[in-house]
């Protein structure tokens, strides 16, 4: 076997391995936030200091939202227009009809929780 096609290989095993989802990524990279708060001085100082604590707060844009953590795998726009889902990996966004961010589901809220089964005797 030729030493590129090891190393080809080699790459796409570490890669699988390293795999985070945009959120994790955003949670665990703090460096990356701070110099994200520092070079958007136009955001405000309660705005700067939750990305660089990692947190997501009600009122961010739409546009923030999409340089933080990219374009979403799936959206979908109410039939009315009130509201948008923005769907990522293991997470979303809610935003209302003026894009401005309503409810963050993070990857604990996206999990499918098993309540009490109901029975119909």
Known sequence: ????AIVVI???IFCG???YSA???FQKDKKTRL???????E????????IVEGKILPGMDQN?????????DETYLSETGMFEM??????????????ILVKFFSPDDMKIKKTKTWRVK
């Open 1 to 4: 076997m030729s030493k590129i």
């Open 10 to 12: 080699a790459i796409a």
């Open 17 to 19: 391995c390293a795999h």
């Open 23 to 25: 959120y994790e990524n």
């Open 35 to 41: 110099d994200f708060a520092l070079k958007h001085p």
């Open 43 to 50: 955001l405000s100082p309660e705005v700067r200091q939750a």
């Open 64 to 72: 923030l939202i999409r340089q933080l953590f990219g374009d979403p």
């Open 86 to 99: 923005w769907y990522y990996e293991n997470f979303a966004f809610g935003f209302d009809k003026d894009g």
